[in-house]
């Protein structure tokens, strides 16, 4: 039997209405009607198996009938920030980072970035963060931001233990990417890369730089790369 379909709520009560694109999603596309059991979370790690009581125009009622803790959240607190992209390319990153566990992206401009970013552009990447939390059966959806400063992406990192700065002139990695434990924050620059300056500026505020290897990747391939090292060093992978 398939898993039942996931929908997100905000404020789960007993009765929920579903409604917007998640009502579409449900009545257009999956074709869900009275007695179908869906499952429903809200992004507080907690996920709610609920019955369609009853189908109006525009709109589901569910009756939730139980509640649980989500296991599917990871432990490690880690926070991606990747230079804005062309074309699709920051959607597969932000997708990518999902599906691995970030709880938070930041997509930032910097000096060389040639891609630039609108409010329908982020609504767009929030929705991909969405949908690829529903698919990969989170329980939460990571916050995704634009900072159109590199000073301004600078303070997203505070608080974070371990700060990893991926540097494609690096002759050498500053410092290993082991199990650390800890938070993490990453940052990855678009196709263009940083400068040194921008590369000063992130060891100011406690970034230590790390070398991709002898063959410069693609700037979404070093993001999921990157990502899926920590992960996995993190334990998040076993």
Do not use: W
């Amino acid at each position: 039997m398939a898993a039942p379909k996931r929908f997100f709520v905000e404020n789960i009560g007993a009765e929920v209405l579903l409604t917007g694109e998640e009502y579409r999603h449900a009545h257009n596309v999956l074709r869900l009607g009275v007695g179908d059991e869906v499952t429903l979370f809200d992004g507080g790690g907690k996920e709610y198996a609920a019955i369609v009581e009853r189908a109006e125009k525009g709109s589901l009622l569910l009756h939730v009938v139980g509640e649980k803790p989500s296991n599917r959240e990871p432990e490690a607190d880690v926070c991606l920030l990747i230079g804005a992209l062309k074309g699709d390319k920051t959607e597969l990153v932000v997708q990518k980072a999902t599906e691995l566990g970030v709880n938070r992206i930041g997509v930032f401009s910097s000096r060389y970035c040639a891609a630039y970013m609108n409010e329908n552009k982020l609504e767009r990447l929030r929705r991909v963060a969405k949908e690829a939390a529903k698919q990969c059966l989170r329980s939460r959806v990571p916050a995704v931001d634009y900072f159109d400063t590199f000073e301004d992406t600078m303070s997203v990192s505070e608080g974070y233990v371990h700060k990893l700065f991926a540097c494609e002139f690096l002759a050498k990695s500053e410092g290993e990417i082991a199990d650390m434990g800890g938070s993490y924050c990453l940052m990855v620059g678009s196709e263009g890369g940083f400068t040194e300056e921008e590369f000063e500026t992130a060891k100011q505020h406690g970034f230590l730089g790390i070398s991709l290897g002898r063959r410069i990747l693609r700037a979404e391939t070093a993001a999921i790369a990157l990502l899926s090292v920590v992960m996995d060093r993190a334990g998040e992978l076993r």
